[in-house]
């Protein structure tokens, strides 16, 4: 067997080995194909995709209700502004509605309030919006008059939301209960990733073009570290029990990951393509050939009913599986076309 023989068979076995890896997961998987217009559903038992469903231009983000009934997709846009939800049926696998954002473009992060309203940021607007998505409309916004508000998170203790604005590198600071703007904190040039620690203590933003990751304390609304992310740093995801956080990092193709008490990497875990794996086309993607040979991880959702987290490579069309037992690339899975956004529906019955 020559050398190149031997590495298809390797690549196979690998391939395979990732399979009967996830075969022992259960649930259902919802990857946005930002160039496809689609969802994907990825049955974890098979590793393939059962059900696509079609969205408005270009989906990023997706939330799914505390229920896992329910899904709602951000039409972000290509070449012109989206505005526009769609509101997905998850056991049924298909569209029950379309919410107009009216004059609100570029709807982008997202987060599950209370009852039926969800969190969303519109970028072209500098607000962050909450939709009644069983009515079908903005009930209110708030704005940041900040550059590219991006991704939100919500601290529910403190009754906060948390806004990253990538052009103006900050996070803004929205109290939910009165719907009002508290304050607006300097992070680094190009704050886009954000996420918030289980016991709601940490809020981690990734600076992606400062490669850094500022940790910002919910209650006094002070950066309290500043740490050092090499890589282009664009998503962040705490672990469910809270020791770690994982970076993705669009120019270094791996996902960092930081012991969250030590604020230090502990390691880095490549994205890299396989042998006889070719990189996806370029064309009309987001980053087209800005990070080079890099499947430019992006989308991180962490599972804890898997033991699992599952990282978006937008420019491979590979959604690559991390077992957090081990911190190895345990699984390979493809959905469309410039996969990014990640949603889990929890306690959903089988379709």
């Not at 217009?37 to 059962?50: A, H, K, M, P, Y």
């Not at 604005?165 to 990733?193: F, Y």
């Not at 699992?308 to 076309?337: K, P």
Request: net charge negative.
């Amino acid at each position: 067997m020559n050398l190149s023989s031997a590495c298809r068979v390797l690549f196979v076995f690998l391939l395979m080995s990732g399979t009967a890896a996830l075969a022992a997961e259960s649930g259902t998987l919802l990857v946005l194909n930002k160039s496809d217009d689609t969802v994907s559903f990825i049955d974890l038992r098979s590793g393939q995709e059962v059900a696509t469903v079609p969205t408005g231009d270009a989906p990023h983000e997706a939330v799914v209700s505390p229920d896992g009934r329910t899904a709602v997709v951000s039409n972000y846009g290509q070449s012109a502004p989206g505005n526009t939800l769609t509101v997905i049926d998850v056991p049924g696998a298909r569209v029950l509605r379309t919410i107009s954002l009216g004059h609100f473009r570029r709807p982008h992060g997202l987060a599950w309030l209370t009852g039926n309203r969800i969190a969303v940021t519109a970028e072209n607007n500098q607000a962050l919006l909450v939709v009644d998505v069983d009515a079908g409309h903005v009930l209110t916004s708030v704005r940041t008059g900040q550059d590219v508000s991006h991704m939100v998170v919500v601290a529910p203790r403190h009754q906060r939301a948390f806004v990253a604005n990538i052009g103006s590198g900050s996070v803004t600071v929205i109290d939910l209960k009165d719907m009002r703007r508290v304050a607006d904190i300097a992070t680094g040039a190009g704050a886009e990733g954000i996420d918030i620690s289980p016991d709601q203590k940490e809020v981690w933003v990734t600076n992606r073009e400062a490669d850094s990751v500022s940790v910002i304390d919910p209650a006094t609304l002070k950066v309290v570290a500043s740490l050092e992310a090499p890589g282009f740093p664009i998503r962040a995801k705490f672990t469910p029990d809270g020791r770690h956080v994982l970076v993705s990092n669009a120019r270094a193709g791996d996902v960092a990951v930081f012991d969250a008490a030590t604020k230090k990497i502990v390691r880095r875990i490549p994205m890299a393509l396989r042998e006889g794996e070719k990189p996806a086309d370029s064309e009309g993607r987001i980053f087209g050939t800005q990070f080079g040979e890099s499947p430019v991880p992006v989308g991180i959702l962490v599972v804890e009913a898997t033991g699992s987290a599952f990282v978006a490579n937008t420019n491979a069309d590979i959604v690559s599986v991390i077992d957090l037992s081990t911190w190895q690339v345990s699984g390979r899975l493809r959905a469309g076309r410039e996969p990014d956004g990640l949603a889990w529906p929890p306690h959903v019955a089988s379709r």
